[in-house]
């Protein structure tokens, strides 16, 4: 699988969804900095995460950004998404693997060189690691050190995502260490001062 590394970002939705997420969305695609844009619904009914997906997945389609599923699979085959992104306690990789075929999958890992190992050799097609930084999305159980990023590399040629309260001050440290993509959501969403496309154009 090919990624493109000039679209670094990877994208995830905020909690809730509301009327204008959808043109919010769109203005923030436009700039071209997004790969992927993962949906993350968790308190939704299946019913209303297939209808909020099925627009995301034009709008994705129409910029050329993959579309990714958090947790469950059985929503990503029926929205036909590129892939899913399974937790540590989700469905593992081969099930989703039966039911979504060569899609992307990538896996968290956490901040464990072990789980990353254990995900290349199930051939994940991505391993995110994180939290890095401190997270207004969700609590943070784990925090992993940015040198992590090096020493996977040396032994992992998996595309490594970096997740946990990246924002404009802090992201080129992690590209530096080689992380291949930065998965931002708060610093779009919830930005207190900038509006989603205006926090974007900061991550140059």
Wanted: aromatic content about 10%; hydrophobic content about 40%; overall charge positive.
């Amino acid at each position: 699988m090919r990624f493109n590394n000039k679209k670094f970002i990877y994208l995830i939705s905020p909690l809730k969804i509301n009327k204008s997420f959808y043109n919010d969305l769109i203005e923030v695609l436009k700039y071209k900095k997004v790969g992927f844009f993962q949906l993350r619904l968790k308190k939704e009914n299946f019913k209303k995460k297939l209808l909020i997906g099925k627009k995301i997945k034009k709008i994705c389609k129409k910029y050329n950004v993959k579309f990714l599923i958090n947790d469950d699979v059985n929503l990503s085959k029926k929205l036909d998404a590129d892939g899913c992104h399974l937790g540590q306690k989700d469905m593992n990789i081969f099930e989703a693997r039966k039911l979504i075929g060569k899609k992307i999958i990538g896996i968290t890992c956490h901040n464990s060189i072990k789980l990353a190992n254990i995900a290349a050799k199930n051939k994940a097609d991505y391993i995110a690691f994180g939290a890095f930084y401190s997270s207004k999305t969700k609590k943070i159980k784990y925090r992993a050190p940015i040198r992590i990023l090096k020493k996977v590399r040396k032994i992992i040629k998996t595309p490594i995502v970096a997740i946990g309260g990246i924002n404009s001050s802090n992201y080129k440290k992690l590209l530096l260490n080689k992380a291949n993509f930065l998965a931002i959501s708060g610093y779009i969403w919830k930005n207190k001062k900038l509006k989603p496309l205006d926090a974007i154009k900061r991550i140059i």
